[in-house]
């Protein structure tokens, strides 16, 4: 799998940045998508399956992202992320992140995430 990097430090799958869609409104608007599928990643690694708390941006595929978390990521106008959408991209790091969290995970534990994270999964 080929990884791009960005200029501020992290990576992502390109397989996902292909699969992003344009967006251009709203906070995530020329945010750094690779900066934002880590974001995503930390926090489903992290097992944070619970909704995020205070308010949310939407895209136009209905996903969602903390708009406090689309603010703080840097501004990118090139490679393979512009004009993407940073909302889609923090859901496929958040994704990941979980699948991955999971994986490490034995028994009734895995069994309790994976109940709370059908019920409030960023992403389905």
Same mark, same amino acid.
């Given at each position: 799998?080929? *990884?791009?990097?960005?200029?501020?430090?992290?990576?992502?799958?390109?397989?996902?940045?292909?699969?992003?869609?344009?967006?251009? *409104?709203? *906070?995530?608007?020329?945010?750094?998508? =690779?900066c934002a599928y880590q974001q995503g990643y930390q926090l489903?690694?992290?097992? =944070?399956?619970?909704?995020? =708390?205070?308010?949310?941006? /939407?895209?136009?595929?209905? /996903?969602?992202?903390? &708009?406090?978390?689309?603010?703080?990521?840097?501004? &990118?106008?090139?490679?393979?992320?512009?004009?993407?959408?940073?909302?889609?991209?923090?859901?496929?790091?958040?994704?990941?992140?979980?699948?991955?969290?999971?994986? &490490?995970?034995?028994?009734?534990?895995? /069994?309790?995430?994976?109940?709370?994270?059908?019920?409030?999964?960023?992403?389905?």
């Amino acid at each position: 799998m080929e *990884t791009l990097f960005c200029d501020h430090g992290y990576s992502a799958p390109k397989e996902v940045l292909d699969k992003l869609h344009e967006f251009q *409104t709203q *906070t995530g608007q020329h945010k750094c998508v =690779i900066c934002a599928y880590q974001q995503g990643y930390q926090l489903g690694r992290e097992k =944070i399956a619970e909704p995020p =708390i205070g308010k949310l941006e /939407k895209c136009q595929k209905e /996903k969602e992202a903390p &708009s406090n978390v689309l603010f703080d990521l840097p501004e &990118s106008q090139a490679g393979e992320g512009h004009h993407k959408c940073a909302v889609c991209a923090f859901n496929f790091g958040f994704e990941r992140g979980i699948v991955e969290s999971l994986d &490490s995970l034995r028994g009734a534990d895995a /069994k309790v995430l994976k109940e709370r994270i059908v019920r409030y999964m960023v992403m389905p």
